[in-house]
C-alpha cells in the first residue's frame, strides 16, 4: 500500500503501525510510553501524528497505515501539541531544589530528557505539581521513587506481559493514578522475584537498584579489611556501553584494572565460580539421571527465577539443582579456602560481588546462605564508582585477574548469556559421562536469544532432551507444559531476564533486543578467545577439589555449595 | 410546546402501551428497519451525533453469532437529565427502542448501563425488564416471532468516563473504566471482542418512537442536517427548569430559554451553557442561533447532550470555571497523559485564578495552549471536550478584560 509521509510517497507491503512505518522511512517521532518489547499502549500520545482528512491527532504507536494515507508527522499543530504535553509531562515529575536531575539515578540515561530535547521543550510555564507519595524502599533489591514516576505503565506491563510476574499495577484514578503494589505493601513484601527487568524500562528515575555503593567506599577505606571482589560473565560485555563505547565492547582486563585502582585487594572473577557450578551441578545432574532422581533438573543460578518458583510454583522445589549459584559459591570458597590460605579470619575479609542482577543483591541476604556476599553491586553502581574516582575505564593499562579464584574456563563465560549454562554443562556431563574428549565444543542449538529453545543432544547413545529458557513469562508457560505432561524434559536452564544475565536488570540502560544481540556476541568471543574451554579443566578447579573440596557432591561440597529453597506460595 | 414524538403519556402502565414500535419492526426485514432509521436522519443523541442508522448497519452486515446492543444509560453530563426523565416516564419506551435495535442489527444480547446515582431509574428499567420477560417482550419468541432477545441491567459505579463507549464497555466487562484505544471501534470489536452497538436513551427511544409511525414524520422535521426533535434538560438560572422536546430549527437558544424555561432568574443571563460542560458557553449577544446541530457547531459550540444550563450575570463566572474544572479533575480516567496532566494542570491554574479574582493574559495563554493540546491529542472524547467550557468562558470575558 502507498503511503505519504510528509509529502514522501513510501510503499509497505503489510500493515504496519504508523509508528513502524517512519522508523522505516527513518524519521523519528519521540515515544515515551512505547517500547518495542510491550504491547502498544497509547497513553502518552507524544507520537501524535497528523492525518489528511481526520479531526483529531492520532497516536502513530496504535494507528495502522491504510492505502493513500497521508502523514505529517512534524507538522505546526503536531509540534505544537507535543510541546505542550511534554511541558505537562516534566511539570509533574516532581522537579523542584530538592528532587533534580543532578541527583536522579537516571542522570545519564533519562528517557524523558532526551524526549524533551527531541521536542524542543524550552520552558515549562505550568506549575509542578507533586503527588506527594512517600518512596518504597521496602525491598532488598529495588527502590521506587513514585514523585518521579510519569504513570507511562511501562513497568507494570514489563512485569506482567514479559516476566508474567504482575506483582505492579495502577491505583485510583484521574491524577491521583499511581503505579503501586498490591495493597501498597511495598515492592519487598508482593511476590516480587526483585529481576529489575521494571527499572530497564522505567524512562525516569522512578525506580533504581538499592545502592550499596556506600557500604562499599567505606569497606574499601577500612584499613582492617581485606577487600575481594568478583566480577560476573555478563559485566565484562556491558560496562564500556557506560563510558559510551558501543555495545559489544569487551572491558574484561580494563575493569580488572579499574577494580584494582578503586582500592581492591584482589579481583577475583566469579566464572571461576561458574566452573565450580558447573563441577557440582553436571555432577549433581548425572547423579539424578542414573538413580532415578528428580527430573527435570533446574537450573538454580538466577535469583530472580528462584523466587519466582518459589512463589508460583512450590510444587517444582525438588527439581531445582541444590547447587548455589555462582557469586555464593564464589562467597562460600573465598570465606573458607582462600580466608584460610591467606591465614585471616572471615570477619576480616569483605566479598563484594558485581553482578548485572538485582536479584543477587535479595540473594545475599537469603538466610539459607547469608554471610557468603557482604555486597553487591549492579554494572551501573560499578560504573558510577570508577566514574566517582576519575577512571577513564577505556584507556587504563589492561590487567588480569588475580589467582587463584580468577582462573576460568570459556564454560564460566556463557553464564552470562541465555543457554550459557546448559552450554557449559554439557561440555563437562559429556566428558563425565563418556570418558570420551567432546569434539565439537560450541553447542549451536541452545545459543541465540530466542526465549524458549529446545535441543536433544546425545551422549553416549542416550538422547537427552534439554530446554533453555529466558524470562518468567516463558518460565511460566514452560513450566504449565511440564505439569501438564505435554513436555518431557530432563534438563531445563532458566534464567529470569529476558536473554538472561546479558539482559540483567543491573545492566546499563538502554538494554534493548539490538544491544543485548551484541553483548551475547562479545560473551560467546570471550569463550573462543580463552584457551580452557571445559570447566574441569579450569586448573584451580582441579587444585581446588583436590585441596579442599574432595570431589563433586562430597560432604565439605555439600555444606559450603548447597543450598535449600522455601515454598513462598 | 407540543411534544411530538414523545406526547403519548404512557408512563409506566405496560397494558396502556402498546409497543407498535416493535410490532411493526417485527414485520419487516432487518435491513427495512434499518433503511427507515436511517431516512429518519436519526443522529445519536448522546453528544457525538454520530448517524444511527449506518452504526446499525454496520453491525447488521458484520457475520458474527454473538453481537450485543448495549444502551448508554450513563448519564453523567453535568446539566443533563433527559435520560432520566426518559427511563423514569417512559421506561418501554426505551426498553422497545433497545429491543428494536437488536433486532435490526441481529443481535440476540443487550445491556443496559444505567448509572449507579439514578436509583429511581434502576428501579423502574429493572421492574420494567421483568415485566416485558413476563409479556413475552423479552426472551424467546419475541411477540410469537421466533426473535429471541435477552437483556440486562448493569448499575454503573459512579465513574463519568464510562459515558464513553468504550470505558462503558470495560465497566461491563468488569475492568478499569478507562477507554479503550480506537480502532478498533466498538461497531467492530465491542463488547467481549464482538461487533456492538452503543447507543443512548433518547436515541433508541426516539427509533422505538420512528418506529411506531407507517409513515416518517421525524424526517419531515427540523433541517436537513438536524433532523427531528431533541430532548433538551434545562437547569440553572431560569425559573422553570426541565425537560422539554424541541423540533431542530423551530426555536433559537434564546427562545428555548425565554419560552420554555421561563426565562432567566436574576438580572439577566450572563451566559448559557448550550449541551452540558463539554460544550463552549454562549454570550447574550450570541444566544440567537437557531436550535441546530450546524448552527450552534457554526458559533464554535455544540448540541451536546442536550443539557442546557444557564448562568445569571450576577453569579461569579470564576466560581463556576472552578466547579467545572474540579469537575473534569476528578473525573479524567488518567489513562493518557495530556488530559490527565492537563486537566489537572489546568484546575492548579483555575484554583489560582479563582483566589486571585481574575486570570493573567499569560495564564489564558497556557490555558488556551493546554486546551490546544488534550483536544488535539486525548484518547476519548472526554478529554477532547474536558477544557472547551473553561477556555471559551476565559475567551469570551476575560481576554479583554484583564491585563496584568
Request: net charge negative; glycine share 8%.
Amino acid at each position: 500500500m502507498k503511503v505519504k509521509i510528509n509529502n514522501r510517497e513510501y510503499e509497505f507491503d503489510q500493515e504496519i503501525s504508523i509508528l513502524d512505518a517512519t522508523k522505516k522511512a527513518h524519521i523519528k517521532i519521540p515515544t515515551l510510553c512505547y517500547s518495542e518489547k510491550l504491547e502498544p499502549f497509547g497513553s502518552c500520545r507524544l507520537c501524535s501524528v497528523e492525518i489528511k482528512g481526520e479531526r483529531t491527532l492520532k497516536p502513530a504507536c496504535v494507528t495502522k497505515i491504510t492505502d493513500g494515507m497521508e502523514i505529517f508527522t512534524h507538522s505546526q499543530r503536531v509540534r505544537k501539541t507535543r510541546k505542550t504535553i511534554m511541558e505537562l509531562i516534566i511539570a509533574s515529575h516532581g522537579i523542584n531544589c530538592n528532587l533534580n536531575c543532578l541527583t536522579c539515578s537516571k542522570s545519564g540515561s533519562c528517557e524523558i530528557k532526551e524526549v524533551a530535547e527531541e521536542i524542543g521543550v524550552t520552558e515549562i510555564r505550568v506549575p509542578p505539581i507533586s503527588i506527594g507519595l512517600p518512596e518504597d524502599r521496602s525491598s532488598y533489591s529495588i527502590v521506587r521513587e513514585p514523585q518521579k514516576c510519569i504513570v507511562c505503565n511501562r513497568c507494570v506491563r514489563k512485569c506482567s506481559e514479559v516476566q508474567s510476574v504482575n506483582i505492579l499495577t495502577i491505583a485510583n484514578r484521574g491524577p491521583d493514578t499511581y503505579v503501586t503494589t498490591f495493597m501498597d505493601k511495598g515492592m519487598g513484601n508482593v511476590d516480587c522475584t526483585n529481576c529489575g527487568q521494571c527499572i530497564l524500562e522505567c524512562p525516569t528515575g522512578a525506580l533504581h537498584e538499592v545502592y550499596q555503593m556506600d557500604q562499599v567506599w567505606a569497606a574499601l577505606s577500612d584499613e582492617s579489611k581485606y577487600v575481594i571482589v568478583q566480577t560476573a560473565p555478563a559485566v565484562r560485555v556491558a560496562i564500556a556501553e557506560e563510558f559510551g563505547a558501543e555495545p559489544g565492547k569487551i572491558a574484561t582486563k580494563q575493569m580488572v584494572a579499574g577494580l584494582r585502582l578503586l582500592g581492591f585487594d584482589k579481583v577475583f572473577d566469579t566464572n571461576f565460580a561458574a566452573d565450580l557450578t558447573i563441577m557440582e551441578e553436571a555432577n549433581e545432574f548425572i547423579e539424578r539421571f542414573k538413580n532415578n532422581g528428580k527430573l527435570p533438573l533446574f537450573t538454580s543460578c538466577s535469583p530472580g527465577w528462584v523466587k519466582f518458583l518459589e512463589h508460583n510454583y512450590p510444587e517444582f522445589i525438588d527439581n531445582l539443582s541444590s547447587c548455589k549459584s555462582p557469586q555464593q559459591m564464589f562467597g562460600a570458597i573465598a570465606k573458607t579456602y582462600y580466608a584460610n590460605k591467606l591465614g585471616i579470619s572471615k570477619e576480616d575479609m569483605v566479598v563484594v560481588s558485581v553482578m548485572p542482577c538485582t536479584a543477587k543483591k535479595f540473594e545475599r541476604v537469603r538466610p539459607e546462605m547469608k554471610g557468603d556476599v557482604d555486597y553487591v553491586l549492579t554494572t551501573r553502581e560499578l560504573a558510577k564508582m570508577f566514574k566517582l574516582a576519575g577512571i577513564d575505564l577505556l584507556n587504563v593499562p589492561q590487567e588480569e585477574y588475580d589467582e587463584p579464584l580468577g582462573i576460568s574456563s570459556g564454560a564460566g563465560a556463557i553464564f552470562g548469556a541465555t543457554g550459557g549454562v546448559m552450554e557449559a554443562a554439557l561440555r563437562t556431563a559429556y566428558e563425565v559421562i563418556t570418558g570420551k574428549e567432546l569434539e565439537k565444543l560450541d553447542f549451536e542449538a541452545v545459543r541465540g536469544i530466542e526465549g524458549i529453545k529446545e535441543a536433544t543432544v546425545e551422549i553416549d547413545g542416550i538422547n537427552l532432551k534439554v530446554a533453555i529458557v529466558n524470562g518468567l513469562g516463558n518460565a511460566r508457560k514452560v513450566l504449565e507444559m511440564i505439569k501438564n505432561g505435554e513436555k518431557e524434559l530432563q534438563f531445563v536452564e532458566f534464567m529470569a531476564c529476558p536473554g538472561g544475565c546479558i539482559g540483567g536488570g543491573g545492566q546499563p540502560i538502554p538494554t534493548n533486543n539490538e544491544i543485548l544481540l551484541k553483548r551475547m556476541q562479545a560473551i560467546y568471543e570471550v569463550d573462543r578467545s580463552l584457551p580452557i574451554r571445559k570447566s574441569h579443566e579450569n586448573p584451580a578447579i582441579k587444585t581446588l577439589y583436590k585441596e579442599f573440596l574432595e570431589e563433586p557432591l562430597s560432604e565439605k561440597s555439600h555444606e559450603l555449595l548447597h543450598t535449600t529453597y522455601l515454598a513462598r506460595s | 410546546m407540543e411534544r411530538i414524538f414523545l406526547k403519548k403519556d404512557l408512563g409506566k402502565n405496560l397494558e396502556e402501551y402498546d409497543f407498535l414500535g416493535l410490532k411493526n419492526a417485527l414485520k419487516m426485514q432487518p435491513q427495512q428497519v434499518i433503511n427507515k432509521i436511517k431516512e429518519s436522519g436519526l443522529r445519536g443523541r448522546g453528544g457525538a451525533g454520530f448517524p444511527t442508522g449506518i452504526k446499525w448497519e454496520t453491525v447488521f452486515s458484520i457475520e458474527n453469532d454473538t453481537k450485543f446492543i448495549i444502551c448508554n444509560a450513563d448519564e453523567g453530563e453535568p446539566g443533563t437529565f433527559k435520560d432520566r426523565f426518559l427511563m423514569e416516564n417512559l421506561p418501554f419506551k426505551v426498553l422497545e427502542g433497545i429491543i428494536i435495535s437488536g433486532y435490526a442489527t441481529g443481535s440476540k444480547y443487550g445491556y443496559i448501563y444505567i448509572r449507579g446515582e439514578y436509583v429511581e431509574a434502576i428501579k423502574i428499567v429493572k421492574k420494567a425488564i421483568e415485566k416485558l420477560y413476563e409479556k413475552n417482550i423479552l426472551g424467546e419468541n419475541i411477540l410469537n416471532s421466533d426473535f429471541l432477545f435477552d437483556l440486562k441491567l448493569v448499575r454503573g459505579a459512579g465513574a463519568y468516563v464510562c459515558g464513553d463507549e468504550t470505558s462503558l464497555i470495560n465497566s461491563i466487562e468488569g475492568d478499569r473504566g478507562k477507554s479503550r484505544i480506537k480502532p478498533p471501534l466498538p461497531v467492530f470489536e465491542g463488547l467481549y471482542g464482538k461487533p456492538t452497538v452503543v447507543n443512548n436513551v433518547e436515541t433508541l427511544a426516539a427509533a422505538a418512537e420512528i418506529m411506531s409511525y407507517d409513515n416518517n414524520p421525524y424526517s419531515q422535521m427540523g433541517t436537513e442536517k438536524s433532523r427531528g426533535t431533541k430532548l433538551v434538560s434545562i437547569s440553572g438560572d431560569v425559573n422553570k427548569p426541565g425537560v422539554y422536546e424541541v423540533e431542530f430549527g423551530k426555536l433559537t437558544v434564546k427562545d428555548i430559554v425565554q419560552e420554555l424555561a421561563g426565562g432567566v432568574k436574576g438580572e439577566k443571563i450572563g451566559f448559557v451553557i448550550p449541551g452540558g460542560i463539554s460544550t463552549e458557553a454562549l454570550t447574550e449577544e450570541e444566544l440567537d442561533v437557531p436550535y441546530t446541530y450546524e448552527n450552534l457547531q457554526k458559533m464554535g459550540s455544540n448540541i451536546g447532550s442536550g443539557g442546557m444550563i444557564v448562568v445569571s450575570s450576577q453569579r461569579n463566572h470564576l466560581e463556576i470555571v472552578k466547579n467545572v474544572s474540579d469537575f473534569f479533575r476528578d473525573e479524567t480516567c488518567g489513562t493518557c497523559f495530556p488530559c490527565r496532566e492537563g486537566n489537572k494542570n489546568i484546575n492548579k491554574i483555575v484554583s489560582d485564578i479563582y483566589k486571585r479574582g481574575y486570570p493573567t493574559s499569560h495564564e489564558i495563554e497556557i490555558i488556551s495552549d493546554i486546551q490546544y493540546a488534550v483536544s488535539s491529542a486525548a484518547r476519548c472524547g472526554f478529554g477532547e471536550s474536558s477544557l472547551n467550557l473553561i477556555l471559551s468562558i476565559f475567551e469570551k470575558f476575560y481576554t479583554k478584560k484583564v491585563e496584568v
